[in-house]
């Protein structure tokens, strides 16, 4: 009699196009539901776990195929599943019989995957081997395969590439690794990043960090080069050359206040205000994009320096008059009359006169807690009377309740 199969709770909710075109958001849901069930079952029954995570990326791509992911969603969260699935399919002990077997079903997978969900599953092959001997055959099976395929004459694409790389790299033949990479028709940071890494790993740092440098092309982001030159000189305990070369561009996250929180966790060490003053330098020409952050870490006389440097967001401003106006007033001035100045400027577009009279507003409430309503009067009537000012900030400022 069969056994019958776990009953997964994501199975039915990841069936084949199980999401039409629309259905990006729902997908990400999923996806969120699935690594929350594995996770679960694997603190329990890791092998069951591991189970379910082959599963899930068997079924990545049969479930998305139709689905719409032009806004980067339905993308980043099948990355973050992939590499999590990952991760903890590393961790769980396996017999060989089941190992390979996994290995059949993921390489089954990669190769139905229509827009490449699964490509760090092929790019992390190597540790997926879990064993130098396995790796090693799986990179005598497709290493002729990748040199033919880089060749003039039968130049196309291989999509167990990086997975040929990655089984070197793991197996250890570095120079072998260097010398295929060195084939390659064209310069290619998916490929030479491996080389890095054999460099690295050898104790030849320095050799890696030129290496690296060199291994942008066209197309490359430098912040991937610049990610892994700072953490090779971060495992060789060279943080001082890693924090002043690199640790900017690598870290740079969605936010400014995430790029600092990102660059601080890996350099405790680094004061806060010198970190703050790094990244300002790194925009000069756009120091108020730093406003935030500044505020946020407490430099409220940094923060009130860089809005008078260099326009800040109205909102922004706006906010921070707001909930400054009690405990520290005289920055609440400094942010309401930053706005007026740089509304006055036309620094911004679709103001409202509602952000006009609020900035007024608060600055006269600001004013009248530290004492100095006379001087902000007067800034007030002088951007009215200059003909420099913004028209619609002139008549809304005079219009003012």
Known sequence: MKTPSYPWNFRPR???????????????????????????????????????????????????????TSSGSLGNAVNKTVHELLDLLLTVPADDQTWEHWLDRLWSAVEEDGVDYLSEVVERWGELCRTPERAS???????????????????????????????LLATGRYQELLDLIDTAPFLYWDYRRYGVRALAVQGRTDEAI?????????????????????????????????????????NRAGTHLATYRAIKKKYPGKAARDLLDDLIA???????????????????DLAADLAR?????????????????EQAPEFALAAATAALHWMAKGQFYEIKALDVWQARNQALAAAAAVGRMEQTQALIAELIQDEATDPFVRKHLQQAP
Not at 30 to 49: F, G, M, Q
Not at 148 to 161: A, D, N, Q
Not at 283 to 300: E, I, V
Request: aromatic share 8%.
């Open 14 to 68: 990841l069936r084949a196009r199980a999401l039409g075109w629309r259905g990006s958001s729902l997908g990400v849901q999923r996806l969120k539901e699935a690594l929350a069930e594995i996770k679960a079952v694997h603190r329990t029954d890791p092998a069951l776990a591991a189970e379910g995570a082959v599963l899930v990326l068997e079924r990545i791509w049969p479930a998305f195929q139709a689905v719409d």
């Open 137 to 167: 055959r799986a990179a005598d099976d497709w290493v002729s395969v990748v040199r033919l395929s880089w060749s003039p004459e039968h130049h196309g694409y291989f999509r167990g590439t990086t997975g040929c790389l990655s089984c």
């Open 210 to 250: 030129a290496y690296a440098e060199a291994s942008v092309g066209l197309n490359d982001s430098p912040a991937a080069m610049a990610r892994a030159c700072e953490e090779v000189l971060l495992a060789a305990g060279r943080s001082d050359e890693a924090y002043r070369r690199y640790a900017i561009i690598a």
């Open 282 to 300: 790194s925009t000069p020409d756009d120091p108020g994009r730093w406003f935030a952050t500044a505020k946020g870490l407490g430099f409220l």
């Open 309 to 325: 440097r260099s326009p800040v967001d109205i909102g922004t401003l706006l906010r921070a008059a707001r909930d400054h106006l």
